[in-house]
């Protein structure tokens, strides 16, 4: 696809779900709009790819993003998603029935133990629930810093610190980097559980994409953006 010098009226980066989903709207748009989604890869997807590979066809492998987040009926793949029986709901709540956790020497952690850290962990992030929108706003470990060091059996606290970590790990940053003001209101109150797709999101994306024959140029990585004119508002986008 030969795109130099040429003006479109959108440009999209990036042609993860996100990406498809904008051109998916500006396909469905009633009015002509002249646009073209540029990806760095080889391939679209971004974070949802199913490797058929290492395994096989009958044995698709997510590597990256897995599942559908939330799955409620107005989310952009959900509404593409076919109902199957082999799909799943996963949950991050612990199961004793299904899940084991060892501590660092190879040892089972009690559910009883793992019960004690999970109260702790649930009253520290009330805490930070609970922390008031009118006050200066500090870092989520700030606030709970100091009732964390008071927790004395060092295996108790090494627990709590690896269930805090299902934070880090879910928004993407540090504690000492997170909001106590906006901890939470991102998501509102959307079900906190996510549809497993056994054929692989990555296919299903890529089944998406394919269906509406997005305008996409891959191994385009976006190297500049430069105003050229504020007047004329014209946005000149380079790649190498």
Do not use: W
């Not at 606290?157 to 805090?164: N, R, S, T």
């Not at 296919?203 to 990585?221: C, F, G």
């Not at 976006?222 to 986008?237: A, C, F, G, R, T």
């Amino acid at each position: 696809m030969t795109t130099n010098n040429h003006i479109f009226d959108v440009i999209i980066i990036g042609c993860g779900p996100a990406g498809i989903a904008a051109g998916i709207v500006f396909e469905k748009m009633k009015s002509n709009i002249d646009y073209l989604i540029l990806e760095a890869r080889d391939r679209i997807g971004g974070r949802a790819f199913t490797d058929i590979t290492t395994f096989g066809e009958n044995i698709p492998i997510d590597i990256g993003a897995h599942y559908i987040c939330h799955h409620e009926s107005d989310n952009f793949l959900r509404s593409y998603y076919i109902s199957s029986n082999e799909d799943f709901i996963e949950s991050d709540i612990y199961n004793p029935l299904t899940m084991k956790i060892f501590d660092e020497y190879g040892n089972i952690i009690s559910d009883e133990f793992i019960n004690k850290a999970m109260k702790i962990i649930e009253d520290l992030l009330l805490i930070v629930k609970e922390y008031s929108i009118d006050k200066s706003d500090i870092s989520i470990l700030d606030l709970i810093n100091e009732p964390l060091k008071q927790i004395s059996n060092q295996q108790l606290k090494h627990l709590v610190q690896m269930g805090l970590s299902y934070t880090e790990l879910h928004e993407g940053s540090d504690l000492n980097e997170l909001s106590c003001k906006y901890y939470g209101k991102g998501e509102g109150y959307l079900q906190s559980y996510d549809l497993s797709i056994n054929n692989g999101l990555g296919l299903l994306v890529k089944e998406i994409a394919s269906k509406y024959s997005l305008p996409i140029k891959l191994n385009s990585i976006v190297s500049n953006i430069d105003i050229l004119n504020e007047y004329d508002e014209i946005v000149q986008v380079s790649t190498k």
